[in-house]
């Protein structure tokens, strides 16, 4: 380890497979711990602050990690306390919330963030079961200057019909994720 206790480059043998399966989960987590830390901190800055100080704990108290368990999880209650860290440093005047609305928000965020993700996974899987003409129809549509009458221009068709083509598109769409996210959920 170096000095400030992350990986060095003199590892023990044991210490690198130590180290890939810590890289591995903490690769996994990093998108959530931010997004947790956003929805707590509403700051881009603080966010990232928080997300690089989580990373150092994380690897100080990896030793202390319950394989089998949720490293996500583990990861956002550390987060939790490195928020609560950064807030005791800003003057008063600064915290938009007081603690205990923060721990509030904080609850329920590790369930909403597991279905949100696996709900996205559905849809890229879901979007390429779709035919080549209703993906290039979701695609022109999802543009980020698309409507549904822009789209029915370029394509020659009606704005009605798009719209009803588009409707079905989305139930099968949802549909699909339905069925996908039934078959991952835990029994």
């Avoid at 901190?41 to 100080?53: I, K, N, R």
Wanted: charged share 25%; proline share 4%; net charge positive.
């Amino acid at each position: 380890m170096d000095n400030r206790g992350g990986p060095s480059e003199s590892s023990q043998p044991g210490e690198s497979a130590k180290i890939e399966q810590f890289a591995q989960l903490l690769g996994k987590c990093q998108r959530q711990v931010f997004l947790y830390a956003m929805r707590l901190l509403h700051s881009a800055a603080d966010a990232e602050e928080v997300l690089q100080e989580t990373n150092l704990v994380l690897w100080r108290k990896f030793d202390q990690y319950q394989q089998g368990t949720e490293f996500g999880r583990w990861a956002c209650g550390i987060a939790h306390y490195e928020i609560l860290k950064l807030r005791e440093r800003k003057p008063p005047a600064e915290r938009l919330f007081s603690d205990q609305f923060i721990d509030m928000l904080a609850t329920p965020t590790q369930p909403s963030t597991d279905m949100l993700d696996a709900r996205r996974d559905a849809l890229q899987h879901c979007l390429g079961k779709l035919s080549a003409a209703d993906r290039q129809l979701v695609d022109a549509r999802y543009q980020p200057e698309g409507s549904t009458r822009a789209v029915a221009e370029s394509l020659g068709r009606s704005v009605q019909g798009t719209r009803k083509a588009l409707h079905r598109i989305r139930l099968a769409l949802m549909a699909c994720i339905q069925r996908t996210t039934a078959r991952e959920e835990p029994a």
